[in-house]
């Protein structure tokens, strides 16, 4: 059924068999170890197989299942090497592709949205989607005025369906933790949940996506397509070209995937800063490096998909860049007392400053010195410093909380982190923080001390 199903109770059939599939094979595998067949060979097989299961079944689904699995995707490079191997190639597909819908479902949505004689907008329209993602699919055409565009229709029924999907994977979220070492996979779905509203709504998005087309004309670093006409379920935008990102993750050279990674890591602080908005769904299928046919230095990252944003008027907040700015300067006292007022620290609990600094200070060593290399050996260390529930990382980060107003830039910097270990980009991240950071470069403060890049 190449359809978005509409039926919450076979969507739930599909996402309910996953864990009796997952069982099913840790028997076998069981069975063929008595077998005599190598430990190593038969977990290497179950990797694989799990695998596909687990990504064919969330991407054929749409909705919440694929919007989960890209939300996954972009941790990849936290994974073990032995077990990311098998799930590489199965979560790089999430990002950038999903099963079209008929050609009588989109003709019927455009008729409904833009009205029946739709094809008057348009002086070419193309049947075949360009792109497919969890909720909508893009086709390629052009407007009435000559201008190349991408014109976006949403799944009929996908408000439903997101909803039921995440529901359903909030019952069986404990089954995903193995996937990711230290990360907590239940307030994801619910998050994203939570936004199910904004990211059905495709004026809202236009509205994003034309602030950062306002802002960012002209720019040298980041281009975003502006939009051209916009319903609640049918949105046009100027049409983009350019190399995928994860084109670049996996076949671009050391120069293109640092100039990549740059361009992110400028992208994620100079954004809020600028707009106001923060761009809350960075797994690479939203970017596009737009190359002009000249070297990688002097590349543009193009934006899409705005259907998720964190609203921050008065960009990312102060006490971030503060509490980053002390810790780097080793206060470790003025960093408790941050952490405590922003809601991080409960009053309840007591924790030792100099513990919560040795907590942190391998976490913001990106920040610490000129330019950072960042690798998955380097992510795949600080998960497992965390997951481990014998480190006393694992047992004062049990203590930490996570306030609300925190927590998308928290996921959305996390992300944006792990597509930066992807990309195994050097980035001068201090200077991003430096120009675009509220409260890092603390006016009138003693500077920044800087020390050795460990990651070299």
Not at 394 to 405: A, E, I, T, V
């Amino acid at each position: 059924m190449s359809d978005l199903p509409r039926k919450a109770v076979t969507r739930t059939a599909k996402l309910a068999a996953l864990p009796l599939g997952f069982a099913g094979r840790a028997t076998l595998g069981l069975g063929k170890r008595l077998g005599g067949r190598p430990a190593d060979e038969v977990s290497a097989e179950l990797q694989k197989r799990t695998a596909e299961q687990l990504f064919a079944t969330l991407g054929s689904l749409k909705g919440g299942a694929m919007k989960f699995g890209q939300a996954l995707s972009v941790f990849e490079a936290a994974l073990p090497e032995e077990v990311a191997g098998p799930y590489r190639a199965a979560l790089t597909k999430l990002q950038d592709a999903a099963p079209p819908m008929p050609t009588r479902t989109v003709h019927g949505v455009l008729a409904e949205r833009l009205g029946e004689d739709w094809r008057e907008l348009f002086t070419e329209f193309e049947d075949q989607p360009a792109a497919a993602a969890s909720i909508g699919q893009v086709h390629r055409a052009v407007w009435h005025d000559g201008r190349k565009v991408a014109v976006k229709v949403q799944y009929p029924g996908a408000g439903d369906a997101l909803l039921s999907d995440l529901n359903q994977l909030g019952r069986v979220a404990r089954l995903f933790g193995p996937l990711i070492p230290g990360m907590d996979i239940k307030p994801l779905i619910t998050e994203l949940r939570d936004r199910i509203s904004e990211e059905l709504d495709y004026e809202l998005e236009a509205q994003a996506q034309h602030a950062h087309a306002a802002e960012f004309a002209g720019d040298p670093d980041v281009f975003v397509p502006d939009v051209v006409h916009r319903t609640e379920r049918v949105l046009v935008t100027e049409w983009m070209d350019g190399v995928p990102l994860a084109e670049v993750i996996s076949r671009g050279s050391k120069e293109m995937r640092d100039r990549a990674g740059q361009l992110l890591a400028g992208f994620l602080f100079a954004g809020p800063a600028r707009t106001g908005l923060l761009h809350a769904d960075p797994h690479p299928g939203n970017f596009r490096l737009l190359t002009d046919d000249g070297p990688a230095a002097g590349w543009r990252l193009g934006v899409l998909d705005f259907g998720t944003v964190d609203r921050l008027p008065e960009g990312l907040p102060v006490p971030i860049g503060t509490a980053l700015r002390m810790a780097l300067a080793d206060d470790a006292e003025s960093v408790h007392a941050m952490l405590r007022q922003e809601g991080f620290v409960r009053p309840t609990i007591d924790l030792d400053p100099d513990a919560v600094l040795d907590y942190l200070r391998p976490i913001i060593e990106p920040a610490a010195v000129e330019e950072f290399t960042f690798a998955r050996d380097w992510m795949r260390a600080q998960a497992a410093r965390i997951a481990d529930p014998r480190s006393p990382a694992h047992q004062l980060g049990k203590q930490l909380n996570l306030p609300p107003s925190y927590l998308l830039i928290h996921r959305v910097t996390l992300s944006t982190i792990g597509v930066l270990c992807q990309l195994a980009a050097t980035v001068r991240l201090r200077d991003e923080l430096l120009e675009w950071l509220p409260g890092f470069a603390g006016d009138g403060e003693a500077p920044l001390p800087e020390v050795e890049d460990a990651s070299a």
